[in-house]
């Protein structure tokens, strides 16, 4: 049995995919359906953008101008994206229990209500321990939108437009965190911290409309949950027994492209003395426009030359980018660019992202497997985003970007040449046995 996704094909061998038919025949029945398109995907994330922008672009510029310091910030801000490690937890109750409309929903109303709570305590140093649970609640609850995401993705979309769809996929997650940030600053400087909040879900609860438009999936009920987590079991080990899939797993470990200065831009700007209203346009609406589009076209690079070319390669432009804006000197205009050039490189490798995720996970299972190698993609944003923010404190802004850079490059070259060996060993081919 053969399962397409992007340029390559899974394929479960003979034997274990006989045991399974004859040991678990519901469980690995594929009903057909009708195949969605993949724009709707980017209405469906951008509540999960949302709430995130919020908390990595508008939170950190407000706890900063309520003495924090930037590497209390940060540790707030790694704290509330640490519970994207954890999504593999709750991924297999997603997978044998509601369908993927109802928990997509039920993702939807936990998020909009954390992100209202959030909006309505104190930042105050003293409220540190609430403000980092709500913010890690914040969070959890916006990965519950992804996970039934990820199943329309992984059955309701053609192979052929799989790239496209893990563009469309992080652009609308970016475009939701520019909104977040941007616009929920914007509220929250002119106006109240409430009213970002209101009208932030309010956004929220109309865009999510559009899964109304996608055809519901439903879990097997036929299967006992037992026979089901015995299978997930089964198909998670048939994976990591694959080279190239376990090459997969090590490779989104590493910090490559991870994006970790996002979560801090609106942190710093004050080294580059932008005001808060250059903030608000650059960390926010912009970015997340502008990643958006950087996506879409990482998606058409993913479907067009590979996941390979288009993950390493994002990878090396960012940490290109990251080198010279540190090679240039404190400007608001410096901060500008370089902060939209880097937004646009996240965008790229977010996609590629997606897209070596889904090339790995097949069909089945695929919250819990898309979950559990997301939940390990997330880890070098934690890292880095901690590390960023010591480094920082410790030196200064330019060493902090120069870090960044440095710890890209050496792994993307380490990688290239592990690909290539791997290629030579012939361990990288269309079909993977």
């Known amino acids: 049995m053969a399962c397409h996704f992007n ?14 038919a004859i040991t678990y025949p519901n469980t690995y029945t594929m009903q057909s359906h009708k195949f969605t398109s993949p724009f709707y995907i980017f209405f469906l994330v951008l509540p999960t953008g949302i709430s995130n922008g919020f908390v990595t672009v508008a939170l950190p510029f407000l706890l900063t ?22 999504r593999f937890v709750w991924g297999p109750i997603i997978d044998i229990s509601l369908s993927l409309r109802k928990w997509f929903w039920i993702g939807l109303l936990a998020s909009t209500a954390s992100l209202l709570l959030l909006c309505c305590i104190p ?15 914040s969070q959890v609850a916006a990965t519950l939108i992804l996970l039934p995401v990820n199943g329309f993705m992984a059955k309701s979309i053609q192979e052929k437009d799989k790239g496209k769809a893990s563009g469309f996929y992080q652009a609308g997650n970016l475009a939701g965190t520019g909104l977040g940030g941007g616009i929920g600053l914007w509220l929250a400087t002119h106006y109240s911290i409430a009213m970002a909040g209101i009208v932030l879900c309010g956004v929220s609860l109309l865009v999510a409309l559009v899964v109304l438009l996608i055809k519901d999936i439903a879990c097997n009920k036929e299967s006992t949950i037992l026979h089901q987590v015995t299978a997930m079991g089964i198909d998670l080990l048939a994976m990591v027994k694959v080279p190239v899939a376990l090459f997969v797993i090590v490779l989104i470990l590493m910090p490559i492209g991870t994006g970790a200065m996002a979560n801090l831009w609106s942190a710093v700007a004050g080294d580059w003395k932008a005001d808060a209203d250059t903030v608000v346009l650059v960390t926010g609406l912009l970015s997340g426009l502008i990643s958006a589009v950087g996506c879409v076209a990482g998606g058409y690079i993913a479907d067009r030359w590979g996941v390979w070319v288009a993950y390493l390669g994002s990878g090396a432009t960012c940490a290109l980018v990251t080198i010279l804006m540190a090679a240039m000197p404190y400007q608001p205009i410096v901060y500008t660019v370089g902060v939209l050039a880097y937004a646009f490189t996240m965008g790229l490798i977010y996609a590629a992202f997606t897209a070596v995720i889904l090339y790995a996970i097949g069909q089945r299972h695929v919250a819990t497997k898309f979950s559990l190698l997301a939940s390990l993609g997330n ?21 902090m970007l120069i870090a960044e850079a440095a710890m890209g490059i050496l792994f993307v070259l380490i990688f290239f040449v592990a690909l290539k060996h791997m290629k030579r060993k012939n361990l990288v081919p269309a079909v993977v046995a």
């Open 65 to 86: 101008k309520n003495g924090f310091s930037v590497a209390a910030t940060a540790g707030v801000i790694a704290w509330g994206l640490s519970a994207n490690l954890w």
């Open 7 to 20: 340029r390559y094909i899974y394929v479960v061998p003979t034997k274990l995919y006989n045991k399974l």
């Open 379 to 399: 880890l070098p944003v934690v890292y880095m985003t901690a590390f960023n923010g010591w480094v920082h404190d410790k030196y200064n802004s330019k060493y």
């Open 123 to 137: 930042f105050t140093l003293q409220d540190k321990p609430l403000l980092s649970l709500i913010v890690f609640v």
